[in-house]
């Protein structure tokens, strides 16, 4: 069982480009989550989904958008990269969105927009 | 919007010492409180966790934390960290349908 996987681990990417960070988990979790981690700043939560074809904002979600066409996958998208999208991000899920289900994390993809 | 705040940036303790991290959270109403842990080149992976019942939860590897409801905080403890518990910190806070982490706590276990 992988767990969360997550793809690509890291990319460099010019300012205005497209992309898209990739996120499956096989563990048939309702809720998925993506985070970014910036030093200082810790994890903050960008956008979640409570099950498959529902998505919600989180705290940071400007510039990024999600979408949740089967339970195992979660991509999250930057339409137009700008350089304050340098982070880490993470993705995780949960067996429900309430905040008694432990959320399960990926590795991280560390992306760096010049 | 809810803000967690860690106030120990960086910890370093001689194997043995008793360790304490400090977590609070802005603001009341129900809320569910969470511990995560990162070791080195690990995933963040689940301490311990809080929602409802008795304020003091054990976790794993012999890792404690206290809610006090008045005091709006959530911190953690063990008696007597190890070297293998060199990692950093997280402490989470859910309430609705947002979590919000803290900046973390760099913990460094000199043997």
């Known amino acids: 069982i992988a767990g969360i996987t997550q793809a690509p681990t890291s990319q460099i990417l010019a300012a205005g480009r497209r992309m898209t960070l990739r996120c499956t988990q096989d563990?048939?979790?309702?809720?998925m989550y993506w985070y970014r981690q910036d030093l200082g700043l810790g994890l903050r939560l960008i956008h979640y989904s409570n099950t498959a074809g529902t998505t919600g904002k989180g705290e940071v979600p400007d510039g990024y958008s999600v979408s949740r066409a089967n339970t195992d996958d979660f991509p999250l998208t930057l339409a137009s990269a700008v350089p304050s999208q340098t982070s880490v991000y993470f993705c995780a899920s949960s067996n429900g969105l309430a905040g008694d289900n432990e959320q399960f994390f990926g590795p991280g993809t560390r992306l760096t927009v010049l | 919007a809810q803000s967690v705040s860690q106030h120990n940036h960086h910890v370093i303790l001689s194997e043995a010492a008793s360790l304490e991290l400090g977590c609070n959270y802005s603001?009341?109403?129900?809320?569910?409180l969470f511990w995560y842990v990162q070791y080195p080149g690990q995933h963040l992976q689940l301490l311990l966790k809080y929602f409802s019942g008795d304020p003091l939860v054990k976790g794993i590897k012999g890792f404690e934390a206290e809610f006090i409801k008045s005091k709006f905080s959530f911190n953690l403890r063990k008696p007597s960290v190890q070297w293998s518990d060199t990692a950093e910190y997280f402490c989470?806070?859910?309430?609705?349908?947002?979590?919000?982490f803290g900046t973390g706590t760099s913990l460094t276990v000199i043997p």
């Open positions: 989470a806070v859910n309430q609705g349908n947002q979590f919000y």
């Open positions: 563990m048939r979790h309702n809720a």
């Open positions: 603001y009341g109403g129900t809320v569910n």
